[in-house]
């Protein structure tokens, strides 16, 4: 396996890191969206990255960096702008390099909006989802969720801010999509002042990804 590091001009020509995992033979491609502040490096992406990697598969992490400062001046609009056109510009330099049938996307937080932009793309009509502490009140993440007719995996905290349990209920009615609302969970999937506890979580939503 080969691990190569770039970065590519993206929104406003700010640059956008990013890590590609490359398999002698893929047998897919899992694409990582990160959260605003949950890097690809933290567990539950990177092990979840591990996780495809076993399996034979590319993974292509998206770096985005929308906390540094030179984002300060962004308005809400023009982020979001960002987050749906710098990931879909690395892909195209990927996937035109390589031809892949099967694809996975995984989105954390914010990154979810992104997952939700991808599932409108004809690449990514089959593509199976996860969606982690998914950004529940915007109408495009939630839309998507509810509509996806591939098989999907969602993971929420009932601590998570972004968890509303109304909406929650309603994504029950898409057949496709297993639901977890993991008790006492923050917008990390982890328990404040439980390391245990967490680390429990962690262990379950991984045992869930390696099944799916």
Known sequence: MEITRYEKKGYQDLT??????????PKGLLIV????????????????????????YDVLQINYRYSNPEYDH????????????DPQKIISTIAGNRSYSDFYLIGKSLGTIAVSSFLKLEMFRQAKAIWMTP???????????????????????????YYEEERFSQLNTNPDLS???????????EIK????????????IMDQIHSF
């Open 179 to 189: 639901t977890y609302c993991i008790p006492k969970a923050d917008h990390s999937l």
């Open 74 to 85: 962004f308005t809400q609009s023009e982020l979001i702008n960002a987050l749906n056109s």
């Open 135 to 161: 950004l529940l009140h915007r109408e495009d993440v939630h839309a998507a969720m509810l509509n996806h007719t591939e098989a999907s995996l969602c993971f929420i905290g009932s601590e998570d801010p």
């Open 33 to 56: 969206l990160p959260g605003l502040g949950y890097t690809a490096q933290a567990p539950l992406l990177h092990y979840s990255t591990g996780i495809y990697l076993n399996r034979g």
């Open 16 to 25: 956008v890191p990013y890590t590609f995992f490359k398999q002698q033979k």
């Open 193 to 204: 002042h439980d390391t245990h506890g967490s680390i429990n979580i962690l262990n379950s």
